[in-house]
């Protein structure tokens, strides 16, 4: 019985080590590039930015002249005109004809030109809108990760205090059973044990929540096992370089959402010149070729070699009081070939043409004046959302500074505050271990001093994080 029980003791402590190494620990940006290779509206995006990219390349393929070819082969049956010779027949034949036409618009009231332009400002509008989902991607999962973090430090601050409360239920024990602490004392110290056990157990679900929420940013299972780095942060100078207003000129020129909003407001206006054109006359060039093939002139290729009375009469006119028959003249043909093949009779019947078309709009319906009016709303609602995302931006900029100020001020305070808490606790401590304090003296220091570290942690990563979101409004990268 012993030698099993040692090889299962083996296995476990084989096993809890390989378990522990065996799960992932991950970098912020790590974190970043699983989350933008799994975000489903960053996928979109690269799918909308292609599909741009196609209606870029097909606008400019639109200024080329167009060139279609086409062919039908038939088989006829009955009467039908012989194609060489212009006469009836009475034959079953099989027919083959060749088309191919070409167009070049030459002037439509620059149109084309305008929706080639247009399309490349869309193309340039989607760059950026893929880069602005990209960056909100990004923003969502360093706040996520920077909550994991915050609430690995307050876990940490939860175990010390288990750890301090213990240490004082053992040292007041032993201060009852000498009999220099009421039993009172011992009963109110274990109930704040299980207090603490409680809040610990309460900062453990805390961090499993934040671990949860940033697996669900980076599209990841919840079950998938891993950890995240934490990186040793400071929180940096309390003075904020630049002002608001000089922030927000930055992020006008380095913010995605800015530069798509103008390229949008661009595309908007060049739409409605696309659309003004459609009011001009339109000049175009047409050229166009066919030919065909005949089974039925296939045996041979005759041509007309002259004219002779026919000896047939087609009708009877009256001469000098007396019917006379008359006869007509008919072509006489002569054999050029005995065999008039397919490639003879397609370039024997090619016929080409060339034109020149000119479209004047007068009057349909009003479809192109009701096209220059909604492109004319469409651009004023493009103006619009521009300024709504600049305000937009301009807000999100004066709240993160004021938060970052508000941070930067509370960080302060509560550094000064834990710092005389500290003090404190550590005097009531002595105290109430030499019998100069009472026990709740010492629970409210123990209390204060717990409660501190817990307030100057939330604000050194609230201050962190509001100054790494103003940096990356100035188009600095947010590093951990």
């Not at 309460?202 to 499993?208: S, T, V, Y």
């Not at 004319?376 to 619009?384: G, I, M, Q, R, T």
Request: proline content about 3%; glycine content about 4%; hydrophobic content about 40%.
């Amino acid at each position: 019985m012993i030698r099993p029980f040692l090889l299962l003791t083996f296995l476990i402590l084989v096993w809890i080590p390989s378990s522990a190494q065996s799960t992932r620990t991950l970098t912020v940006k790590e974190c970043i590039d699983i989350a933008l290779e799994n975000n489903l509206r960053v996928k979109r995006g690269y799918y909308n930015l292609k599909s741009s990219e196609i209606n870029l390349l097909q606008s400019k393929t639109s200024l080329l002249p167009t060139l279609n070819f086409g062919s039908n082969y038939g088989k006829n049956f009955g009467r039908a005109i012989n194609p060489v010779t212009n006469t009836f027949i009475n034959r079953n034949a099989n027919v083959l004809n060749f088309q191919a036409a070409s167009n070049l618009t030459l002037f439509n009231g620059f149109r084309l030109t305008n929706t080639v332009r247009q399309a490349d400002r869309e193309f340039e509008a989607g760059n950026y809108e893929l880069a602005k989902a990209k960056n909100d991607v990004i923003l969502n999962v360093v706040t996520l990760y920077t909550n994991v973090i915050f609430n690995k430090e307050l876990l940490e601050n939860a175990k010390l205090q288990l750890q301090s409360g213990q240490e004082q239920l053992d040292r007041i024990r032993k201060q009852v059973e000498a009999g220099q602490l009421p039993k009172a004392n011992e009963l109110n110290q274990e109930a704040q044990v299980a207090t603490n056990e409680v809040n610990l157990i309460n900062q453990e679900n805390a961090l499993n929540l934040s671990l949860l929420q940033l697996k669900q940013a980076m599209q990841v299972q919840g079950s998938e096992v891993f950890d995240i780095v934490v990186p040793e942060i400071s929180p940096e100078d309390l003075v904020l370089e630049n002002s608001p207003d000089q922030i927000y000129t930055i992020a006008q020129q380095t913010m995605p959402e800015i530069q798509g909003a103008i390229l949008r407001v661009e595309s908007a206006e060049l739409a409605l010149r696309s659309a003004k054109g459609g009011l001009t006359p339109r000049l175009s060039i047409n050229a166009a070729a066919q030919t065909n093939y005949s089974s039925v002139s296939n045996t041979q290729r005759t041509a007309i070699d002259g004219v002779e009375l026919g000896s047939n009469p087609i009708g009877v006119a009256v001469v000098n009081g007396a019917n006379q028959p008359v006869f007509a003249y008919q072509p006489v043909y002569r054999v050029v070939s005995p065999d008039y093949n397919a490639s003879e009779q397609i370039s024997d019947n090619l016929f080409k043409t060339l034109s020149l078309q000119l479209n004047v709009p007068l009057f349909n319906g009003l479809q192109s004046r009701a096209n220059v009016q909604r492109a004319a709303v469409s651009k004023e609602l493009a103006a619009v959302n521009r300024l709504e995302t600049e305000n937009t931006l301009r807000q999100s900029i004066e709240t993160a500074y004021n938060d970052a100020v508000a941070a930067s001020k509370t960080y302060a305070a509560s550094l000064k505050q834990l710092n005389a808490r500290n003090e404190a606790y550590r005097m009531t401590k002595q105290r109430f271990e030499i019998g100069a304090s009472n026990y709740v003296e010492f629970r409210i220091a123990e209390s204060d001093l717990f409660q501190s570290r817990s307030d100057l942690a939330r604000a050194k990563f609230n201050f962190i994080f509001r100054k790494k979101l103003l940096d990356f409004y100035q188009g600095k990268p947010i590093d951990l």
